[in-house]
């Protein structure tokens, strides 16, 4: 049972809310225990992407590691501060987030 609304806006927010922890719970007993987190990480994403809170060149760059870069674009690439912690792997796919990006990766040095 879900509470009542004052407003239509406000009774879809709540029913939409309802609606996906149920679908949430019960696919998630199917899952095992390994699969939960993938499955929620999709599930957030999903709705994440679907409000616009996601940037769709950072989802990209994720879905598909980094990209090729220009020539002018390897050029202002900085060096990786801390080999050590941070793979190159790594460092190329932040890189190319920031790039896609609309500079939600500045001052990652």
Do not use: H
């Not at 987190?37 to 599930?43: A, D, E, G, P, V």
């Not at 980094?66 to 690439?77: C, F, R, S």
């Not at 060096?79 to 941070?86: K, L, M, S, T, Y």
């Amino acid at each position: 049972m879900s509470p009542a609304a004052d407003t239509v806006e406000e009774r879809l927010d709540i029913l939409i809310d309802k609606i996906s922890r149920i679908l949430y719970t019960n696919i998630s007993r199917g899952l095992f225990e390994k699969d939960k987190i993938i499955y929620s990480f999709l599930i957030t994403t999903s709705i994440r992407r679907k409000a616009k809170l996601l940037d769709e060149g950072v989802w990209n760059v994720l879905l598909r590691g980094p990209t090729v870069l220009t020539p002018d674009e390897a050029d202002n690439k900085l060096g990786n501060p801390d080999r050590e912690v941070i793979s190159e792997l790594l460092w190329d796919t932040l890189y190319s987030a920031e790039l896609r990006s609309a500079g939600q990766f500045k001052n990652l040095t």
